[in-house]
């Protein structure tokens, strides 16, 4: 049924998952704050901060690389939670859909992670960048993913044992 707790939990992976593509995965600035590197699930930015780091309207974009390939997984992933939503009238389909978008969600926490590691040795070595809330929210809704396929399996282990009873 919808009302029941892995629905909250499934919308709690969708939302995380359209989450992260608003919230920012990655930045660094180089020592001297001249110039900082902002990576989203969109694109990846070096932003000139024209002297002034408090305010944005002097900022230039000097170089933007696309990151296509973590939005996507992020959609995707948010999509297979919502579809996972509907099919309630067959809970191994969405144990199913639970463990594909588990595989979705490892993809795009690991591309993250691979993405941020290449950035960190080519921009600017000696100083370290920091993991922002886009970075973890895959894996909290990966984390939800896990309690709600538990409470699924939970009812299907519920529902085979009053069928026996019959």
């Not at 305010?55 to 997984?73: P, Y």
């Not at 290449?118 to 920091?130: A, D, I, K, N």
């Not at 299907?156 to 009053?162: F, G, M, W």
Request: hydrophobic share 50%; charged share 15%; proline share 2%.
């Amino acid at each position: 049924m919808i009302q029941r707790i892995q629905t909250v939990l499934l919308l709690g992976v969708a939302i995380c998952m359209g989450l992260v593509l608003a919230y920012p995965i990655w930045f660094e600035e180089n020592p001297d704050q001249t110039q900082g590197i902002i990576m989203t699930a969109f694109n990846t930015e070096v932003v000139d901060f024209g002297g002034t780091l408090d305010r944005g309207d002097d900022d230039t974009i000097v170089e933007s690389n696309a990151n296509w390939h973590i939005a996507s997984l992020a959609i995707i992933a948010s999509l297979v939670a919502l579809f996972s939503i509907f099919q309630f009238k067959s809970r191994l389909n969405q144990m199913k859909l639970g463990a594909l978008n588990a595989l979705i969600m490892a993809a795009t926490l690991g591309l993250s992670y691979y993405q941020v590691f290449q950035l960190e040795s080519s921009f600017s070595p000696e100083t370290q960048g920091s993991i922002s809330l886009g970075f973890y929210l895959p894996a909290f809704a990966m984390l939800l993913n896990i309690l709600a396929n538990r409470f699924i399996r939970k009812d299907e282990k519920l529902v085979k044992s009053a069928d026996r009873m019959r």
